[in-house]
């Protein structure tokens, strides 16, 4: 009996001894596993970090996407809008040239005939005014010739005239200074009968 007793002690031993080590190396693993977690944790600190960031950052991006899709979305009404107006002024301004074309061309219509007319009447004032002028022309020459004639035959009377009256004044002169030498023939026989000498007188 004495025997069985030791064995069964020292496989006791040997059994505390197993799970002594066992101990030890779980120990050992649940400390290197602390300290990989403990350096992941640093490892994953950065991560964290750059993780939270890049949520951030998203979510800084989503509001900046959405203030962008609201901007172009406001750009597009706008666009729209400018669009609309653009052709509704575009439209107003066919309207108002195919209406003030439209009262053009009806004004011109109004003006035709009284332009036709009174170029007509130019023509006809114009063919007048040339056949006046001839006429006028024609006129002045023939009393431009009915006066060359007169004054050439005012000439020859005046002439003819001229001679008569150069021929009377020479025979009245001619006369009156015989007349004159009778008187002064008498006279003095007149004074010689009295006694008297002329040359005295």
Do not use: C
Request: hydrophobic share 30%; glycine share 4%.
């Amino acid at each position: 009996m004495p025997p069985k007793s030791k064995g069964k002690g020292r496989k006791g031993v040997k059994q505390q001894q197993k799970r002594g080590i066992a101990e030890s190396q779980a120990e050992e693993k649940y400390r290197k596993a602390a300290l990989e977690d403990e350096t992941l944790k640093e490892h994953l600190v950065p991560w964290r970090d750059m993780t939270w960031q890049a949520k951030a950052d998203n979510g800084g991006l989503k509001r900046r996407l959405w203030d962008l899709e609201k901007a172009l979305q406001q750009a597009r009404e706008d666009k729209r809008d400018i669009h609309e107006e653009m052709t509704r002024q575009y439209q107003e301004l066919q309207k108002q040239t195919a209406a003030h074309s439209q009262r053009l061309e009806v004004k011109v219509k109004s003006l035709q005939e009284p332009l036709a007319t009174r170029l007509r009447e130019s023509q006809q004032t114009q063919e007048t005014a040339t056949q006046a002028l001839a006429e006028r022309d024609r006129t002045i020459a023939q009393l431009q010739g009915r006066l060359d004639a007169m004054e050439r035959e005012y000439e020859k009377i005046l002439h003819g005239s001229l001679d008569l009256v150069l021929a009377k004044t020479a025979e009245a002169s001619q006369h009156w200074e015989e007349v004159g030498t009778t008187i002064a023939v008498e006279h003095k026989e007149r004074l010689q009968e009295f006694g008297l000498n002329p040359l005295e007188m």
